[in-house]
Protein backbone atom coordinates (compact mmCIF):
# COMPACT_ATOMS: atom_id res chain seq x y z
CA UNK A 1 0.00 0.00 0.00
CA UNK A 2 1.38 3.27 -0.85
CA UNK A 3 1.56 5.74 1.71
CA UNK A 4 -0.29 9.16 1.61
CA UNK A 5 1.46 12.30 0.03
CA UNK A 6 1.06 14.96 2.58
CA UNK A 7 1.31 18.44 1.06
CA UNK A 8 1.68 21.81 3.10
CA UNK A 9 0.40 24.53 1.21
CA UNK A 10 1.25 27.97 1.90
CA UNK A 11 -1.68 30.02 0.77
CA UNK A 12 -2.97 28.78 4.33
CA UNK A 13 -0.77 31.05 5.57
CA UNK A 14 -1.97 34.22 4.00
CA UNK A 15 -4.26 35.55 6.58
CA UNK A 16 -1.84 35.61 9.40
CA UNK A 17 1.18 36.30 7.14
CA UNK A 18 -0.21 39.35 5.72
CA UNK A 19 -1.40 40.98 9.07
CA UNK A 20 2.23 39.95 10.35
CA UNK A 21 4.12 41.24 7.45
CA UNK A 22 2.10 44.66 7.03
CA UNK A 23 2.06 45.14 10.70
CA UNK A 24 6.08 44.74 11.64
CA UNK A 25 6.70 46.52 7.86
CA UNK A 26 4.54 49.80 9.44
CA UNK A 27 5.63 49.44 12.73
CA UNK A 28 9.42 49.73 11.36
CA UNK A 29 9.02 52.60 8.52
CA UNK A 30 6.21 54.36 10.53
CA UNK A 31 8.34 54.50 13.74
CA UNK A 32 11.79 54.98 12.33
CA UNK A 33 10.44 57.34 10.11
CA UNK A 34 9.03 59.48 13.22
CA UNK A 35 12.20 59.40 15.10
CA UNK A 36 14.34 60.37 12.05
CA UNK A 37 12.10 63.48 11.59
CA UNK A 38 11.88 64.59 14.81
CA UNK A 39 15.80 63.86 15.96
CA UNK A 40 16.64 65.97 12.84
CA UNK A 41 14.49 68.68 13.71
CA UNK A 42 17.61 69.17 16.55
CA UNK A 43 14.85 67.67 19.21
CA UNK A 44 16.86 66.57 22.51
CA UNK A 45 16.88 62.58 22.98
CA UNK A 46 14.34 62.86 25.50
CA UNK A 47 11.65 64.40 22.92
CA UNK A 48 12.46 61.88 20.78
CA UNK A 49 12.39 59.02 22.74
CA UNK A 50 8.44 60.49 23.74
CA UNK A 51 8.05 60.91 20.14
CA UNK A 52 8.83 57.14 19.21
CA UNK A 53 6.62 55.68 22.15
CA UNK A 54 3.85 57.48 21.50
CA UNK A 55 4.11 56.60 17.80
CA UNK A 56 4.37 52.93 18.72
CA UNK A 57 1.56 52.84 20.88
CA UNK A 58 -0.68 55.00 18.62
CA UNK A 59 0.28 52.88 15.38
CA UNK A 60 -0.54 49.48 17.56
CA UNK A 61 -3.71 50.43 18.43
CA UNK A 62 -4.42 52.11 14.69
CA UNK A 63 -3.01 49.04 13.32
CA UNK A 64 -5.49 46.61 15.63
CA UNK A 65 -8.70 48.98 14.76
CA UNK A 66 -7.87 49.14 11.12
CA UNK A 67 -7.27 45.34 10.79
CA UNK A 68 -10.58 44.39 12.69
CA UNK A 69 -12.39 46.75 10.71
CA UNK A 70 -11.32 45.64 7.52
CA UNK A 71 -11.03 42.04 8.21
CA UNK A 72 -14.61 42.18 9.60
CA UNK A 73 -16.37 44.17 6.95
CA UNK A 74 -15.12 40.99 4.92
CA UNK A 75 -16.01 38.47 7.16
CA UNK A 76 -19.68 40.47 6.84
CA UNK A 77 -19.85 40.18 3.30
CA UNK A 78 -18.93 36.65 3.29
CA UNK A 79 -21.95 35.59 5.75
CA UNK A 80 -24.32 37.38 3.95
CA UNK A 81 -23.55 35.34 0.66
CA UNK A 82 -23.68 32.10 2.64
CA UNK A 83 -26.74 33.36 4.05
CA UNK A 84 -27.90 34.18 0.63
CA UNK A 85 -26.99 31.01 -0.89
CA UNK A 86 -28.05 28.64 2.11
CA UNK A 87 -31.65 30.44 1.02
CA UNK A 88 -31.47 29.75 -2.56
CA UNK A 89 -30.49 25.97 -2.09
CA UNK A 90 -33.54 26.16 0.27
CA UNK A 91 -35.57 27.11 -2.33
CA UNK A 92 -34.20 26.41 -5.66
CA UNK A 93 -32.19 23.01 -5.28
CA UNK A 94 -32.18 21.88 -8.75
CA UNK A 95 -31.31 25.17 -10.32
CA UNK A 96 -28.05 25.37 -7.79
CA UNK A 97 -27.11 21.68 -8.85
CA UNK A 98 -27.30 22.71 -12.34
CA UNK A 99 -24.79 26.01 -11.41
CA UNK A 100 -22.44 24.02 -9.67
CA UNK A 101 -22.66 21.40 -12.61
CA UNK A 102 -21.98 23.85 -15.18
CA UNK A 103 -18.95 25.22 -12.57
CA UNK A 104 -16.98 21.83 -13.12
CA UNK A 105 -17.85 21.60 -17.04
CA UNK A 106 -16.02 24.87 -17.50
CA UNK A 107 -13.59 23.40 -15.45
CA UNK A 108 -13.55 20.67 -17.97
CA UNK A 109 -15.38 17.62 -17.04
CA UNK A 110 -17.80 16.26 -18.83
CA UNK A 111 -21.39 17.16 -18.39
CA UNK A 112 -22.86 14.18 -17.17
CA UNK A 113 -19.43 13.38 -14.88
CA UNK A 114 -20.18 17.44 -13.85
CA UNK A 115 -23.82 16.44 -12.79
CA UNK A 116 -22.69 13.35 -10.42
CA UNK A 117 -19.80 15.29 -9.26
CA UNK A 118 -22.34 17.98 -8.24
CA UNK A 119 -24.66 15.27 -6.90
CA UNK A 120 -22.62 13.87 -4.84
CA UNK A 121 -20.68 16.83 -3.09
CA UNK A 122 -24.30 18.49 -2.41
CA UNK A 123 -25.44 15.20 -0.94
CA UNK A 124 -22.29 15.90 1.79
CA UNK A 125 -22.76 19.34 2.40
CA UNK A 126 -24.76 21.37 -0.54
CA UNK A 127 -23.16 24.94 1.37
CA UNK A 128 -19.87 24.01 1.56
CA UNK A 129 -19.79 22.89 -1.80
CA UNK A 130 -21.28 26.10 -3.71
CA UNK A 131 -19.49 28.43 -1.05
CA UNK A 132 -16.18 26.59 -2.14
CA UNK A 133 -16.51 26.62 -5.63
CA UNK A 134 -19.55 29.00 -6.53
CA UNK A 135 -18.26 32.00 -3.60
CA UNK A 136 -14.34 31.00 -3.59
CA UNK A 137 -14.84 30.87 0.14
CA UNK A 138 -12.69 28.07 1.80
CA UNK A 139 -11.14 27.57 5.52
CA UNK A 140 -8.11 28.76 4.27
CA UNK A 141 -9.24 32.09 3.08
CA UNK A 142 -12.04 32.94 5.51
CA UNK A 143 -11.98 36.50 6.72
CA UNK A 144 -10.67 36.53 10.94
CA UNK A 145 -11.25 39.69 12.44
CA UNK A 146 -9.59 38.69 15.84
CA UNK A 147 -6.96 37.18 14.72
CA UNK A 148 -6.16 40.14 12.37
CA UNK A 149 -6.25 42.89 14.50
CA UNK A 150 -3.89 40.75 17.35
CA UNK A 151 -1.12 39.77 14.84
CA UNK A 152 -1.22 43.39 13.43
CA UNK A 153 -0.88 45.37 16.46
CA UNK A 154 1.55 42.72 18.06
CA UNK A 155 3.91 42.73 15.17
CA UNK A 156 3.54 46.71 14.78
CA UNK A 157 4.87 46.83 18.45
CA UNK A 158 7.49 44.80 17.65
CA UNK A 159 8.91 46.84 14.55
CA UNK A 160 8.27 49.83 16.15
CA UNK A 161 9.97 48.31 19.16
CA UNK A 162 13.62 47.89 17.23
CA UNK A 163 13.92 51.59 16.45
CA UNK A 164 13.20 53.06 19.63
CA UNK A 165 15.97 50.41 21.06
CA UNK A 166 18.46 52.29 19.00
CA UNK A 167 17.29 55.44 20.47
CA UNK A 168 17.90 54.36 23.38
CA UNK A 169 21.79 53.06 22.94
CA UNK A 170 22.74 55.56 20.02
CA UNK A 171 24.58 58.36 20.82
CA UNK A 172 22.71 61.77 19.82
CA UNK A 173 25.56 62.95 17.40
CA UNK A 174 24.80 59.56 15.59
CA UNK A 175 21.25 59.08 16.42
CA UNK A 176 19.31 60.03 12.93
CA UNK A 177 22.56 57.69 10.81
CA UNK A 178 22.01 54.60 13.37
CA UNK A 179 18.07 54.58 13.01
CA UNK A 180 17.98 54.87 9.82
CA UNK A 181 20.77 52.32 8.96
CA UNK A 182 19.27 49.75 11.52
CA UNK A 183 15.68 50.30 10.57
CA UNK A 184 16.87 49.30 6.87
CA UNK A 185 18.70 46.36 7.97
CA UNK A 186 15.67 45.38 10.16
CA UNK A 187 13.11 45.75 7.11
CA UNK A 188 16.13 43.98 4.69
CA UNK A 189 15.61 41.18 7.53
CA UNK A 190 11.69 41.33 7.63
CA UNK A 191 11.41 41.13 3.50
CA UNK A 192 13.40 37.76 3.61
CA UNK A 193 11.63 36.50 6.37
CA UNK A 194 8.35 37.30 4.78
CA UNK A 195 8.83 35.92 1.41
CA UNK A 196 10.72 32.92 3.28
CA UNK A 197 7.97 32.27 4.76
CA UNK A 198 5.37 32.58 1.94
CA UNK A 199 7.36 31.31 -0.42
CA UNK A 200 8.44 34.58 -2.75
CA UNK A 201 11.72 35.47 -4.33
CA UNK A 202 13.81 36.31 -1.01
CA UNK A 203 16.09 39.14 -2.95
CA UNK A 204 12.95 41.03 -4.73
CA UNK A 205 10.81 41.04 -1.30
CA UNK A 206 13.82 42.73 0.23
CA UNK A 207 14.33 45.23 -1.85
CA UNK A 208 10.96 46.06 -2.45
CA UNK A 209 10.87 46.84 1.74
CA UNK A 210 14.28 48.41 1.70
CA UNK A 211 13.49 51.21 -0.57
CA UNK A 212 10.30 51.89 0.05
CA UNK A 213 11.20 52.21 3.92
CA UNK A 214 14.59 54.49 2.63
CA UNK A 215 12.83 56.82 0.68
CA UNK A 216 9.73 57.21 3.35
CA UNK A 217 12.94 57.76 6.21
CA UNK A 218 14.44 60.32 3.89
CA UNK A 219 11.13 62.27 2.94
CA UNK A 220 10.79 62.50 6.78
CA UNK A 221 14.20 63.47 7.69
CA UNK A 222 14.10 66.06 5.26
CA UNK A 223 11.05 67.54 6.24
CA UNK A 224 12.59 67.71 9.87
CA UNK A 225 15.64 69.71 9.01
CA UNK A 226 13.65 71.91 7.15
CA UNK A 227 11.28 72.91 9.95
CA UNK A 228 14.03 72.52 12.78
CA UNK A 229 15.73 75.64 10.37
CA UNK A 230 12.28 77.57 9.98
CA UNK A 231 11.45 77.25 13.59
Given amino acids: MSRLHIENHLVSRIGWLRAAVLGANDGIVSTASLIVGVASAAAPTSQVLVAGIAGLVAGAMSMAAGEYVSVSSQSDTENADLAREREELRTQPEFEREELAQIYVK ?37 RPIQAALTSAATFSVGAAMPLLMVLVSPASMLVLAVSVASLLFLALLGG ?39
Avoid: C, P, Y
Fill in 107 to 143: RGLETGLARQVADQLMAKDALAAHAHDELGISEMTTA
Fill in 193 to 231: IGAKAGGANILRATLRVTFWGAFAMALTAGIGALVGTAV
